[in-house]
């Protein structure tokens, strides 16, 4: 939780938490609207039903609008017959977002005009549908590579990864795919994270597996090659946790969400 009105300048995306006057608020989403003219030791936010609150800074916790992100429309005044839609985030453009509604249009919006809408949680069923993977152990240089501030450093630990756990590089393909559209990289994200394009990796290749649309290519041989063409890419998105990149290689090469999800259904 950070202290303070400037830790939540206009556009920025927050969750509530701790409000006691309106508990059916804690854990919404919403994004600021800057400091509230009337009271600056509070913050204007919108929700993703339009409603406009003025809270502490201490009842928000900040979130991360990334690419892939589900997005409720909010706060338009010259385009409000797009408020309420929803959609997901494609990329960054300039000042904008943009966004493929689910109405099938395109649209760019500032940030100030979007709410995350967190994904639904997994019910007993889909937890069990996750893959399993075994759970594997760091060496201790590896994860001391991997938490450094030095991206060269970490580049190296993750190529050294990729070579000895072909799953990482599974993994570092579906964090790329979510930013781009390259044919061969988008087939294998779309194979790996189950169509979802969201970074997790559902589908791991099994031992020869074809993907559907570059059945000729090696798959798995793929995944290594492109992703460490990218290795200071991906240092940047493990130094930044960019899809649970460095949370998967941190819990033995297992996505933390379907952990979580898999612990809450016991």
């Not at 509070?42 to 990334?66: D, K, M, Y």
């Not at 959609?87 to 689910?102: F, K, N, P, Q, T």
């Not at 990796?201 to 099994?206: A, G, N, T």
Request: hydrophobic letters at 40%; a positive charge.
């Amino acid at each position: 939780m950070t202290d303070g009105v400037e830790a939540f300048p206009c556009g920025t995306h927050a969750q509530i938490v701790g409000l006691a006057s309106k508990p059916a608020l804690n854990e919404e989403h919403c994004v600021s609207r800057g400091p509230n003219p009337d009271n600056a030791e509070r913050v204007t936010v919108i929700t993703r039903s339009g409603s406009c609150l003025s809270l502490r800074p201490s009842n928000l916790r900040l979130a991360e609008l990334l690419p892939g992100s589900r997005v409720a429309v909010v706060g338009l005044t010259k385009a409000a017959q797009y408020n309420g839609q929803l959609g997901e985030v494609h990329s960054w453009h300039g000042d904008r977002w943009i966004v493929d509604l689910d109405s099938k249009e395109r649209k760019s919006f500032r940030s100030d005009n979007l709410v995350i809408v967190p994904a639904a949680v997994p019910s007993r069923k889909r937890a069990a549908e996750e893959p399993v993977v075994e759970a594997k152990r760091l060496k201790t240089v590896d994860l001391k590579d991997l938490e450094s501030n030095d991206e060269a450093r970490i580049a190296k630990a993750l190529v050294r990864l990729m070579h000895e756990h072909p799953i990482v590089a599974q993994k570092c393909i579906c964090c790329l795919a979510s930013k781009q559209t390259v044919t061969v990289m988008y087939e294998l994200g779309q194979h790996l994270t189950d169509k979802r394009n969201d970074g997790l990796i559902r589908r791991p290749l099994k031992e020869g597996e074809k993907v559907k649309g570059i059945e000729e290519l090696d798959a798995a041989e793929q995944c290594v090659m492109i992703a460490e063409r990218r290795a200071r890419a991906l240092a940047g998105m493990c130094r930044i946790n960019f899809c649970d990149l460095l949370g998967f290689l941190k819990q033995g090469f297992k996505e933390p969400q379907f952990e979580r999800a898999r612990a809450a259904a016991q």
